[in-house]
Each structure stands twice: as C-alpha cells, then as structure tokens.
C-alpha cells in the first residue's frame, strides 16, 4: 500500500465514523499531510458543521501550506451560509495537492469545488480509493438533484 492509500484510508475511517451524525450533509474525513507526516484532520461535525477540511485546516495552521488535502468527497464549491468554500479555504491555506476519493453531486460541489482547485493551480487527483469510499454515500441525497438509476 502507497503513502497515497494510507492517508486516503484514514479520511475515510474518520468519515466512516460520522455516519449518520451529519444531518443533511454528507460524512467526509480530511487529513492534510505536509513532508509525510500528518499535520492535521478532520471529519464533518454533528449536524453538518463545521466541515472535514475547515477542521483539517484549523489543526493544520501554517502546517498547510504546500501540504497535500486527502478529502473523501469533492470539497464544497459554495456554501448555503455564503461563509467561504472549503474549495477556497484550502486555497488559501496554500495546499498545494488535493486527493479527492469521489466527486460531489450537490449544488453545492457538483463541480465547482474541482474546477476552483483546478483554477488556483492546485494538482488535483480524482479517484483514489473511489470504490472504498463508496459506501460512504450511497444513502446520501443532495438536495435538488435526481439520483440516476442503476
């Protein structure tokens, strides 16, 4: 298993864990690694907020800069409270990679979270470890989407 592998494993253990706490929002984990070591992580509180990556980011401080966001689901592209996106926030806090296990279909991801990364010149890697994360959102329901058959 790759250093890549073991801190995606990791994000999705912290989602994993909560499950079913996070109201509307879906259950993410975040672990931002800077010169391979751990320097900060995250899941999505209780009732939705505050997000895996703002926690990631907080323990992290100026640890950050130029480290790698390993993210189960595609960060958030705009916020229903108009606060910043976790797209921007980890822009800001000068990540320099972000691994990111699937892409969101909210309104409020659904895209724009990737395409703001990708923007700013950050590396983006989409689909590592998609299948392990999977489950993790197989009964979450964005809202004002359509679920696709099959």
């Given at each position: ?19 079913g706490r996070t109201a509307e929002n ?125």
């Open positions: 298993m790759n250093a890549d592998e073991t801190h995606m494993r990791r994000a999705i253990a912290l989602a994993r864990a909560s499950l879906p259950a993410v984990g975040c672990v931002i690694v800077r010169d391979g070591q751990v320097v900060g992580e995250g899941a999505t509180g209780e009732g939705g907020r505050p997000h895996a990556e703002e926690v990631a980011l907080a323990q992290a401080g100026e640890a950050a800069r130029g480290a790698t966001a390993y993210v189960t689901l595609e960060p958030c592209g705009a916020r229903s409270s108009g606060a910043a996106s976790c797209s921007e926030r980890l822009i800001a806090a000068g990540v320099a990679r972000a691994a990111i296990a699937r892409e969101d279909p909210s309104p409020y991801a659904a895209g724009q979270g990737l395409a703001r990364l990708r923007a700013s010149g950050l590396d983006v890697d989409l689909g590592l470890l998609s299948t392990e994360a999977a489950p993790l959102y197989a009964a979450y329901r964005p809202p004002n989407t359509v679920r696709p058959k099959g």
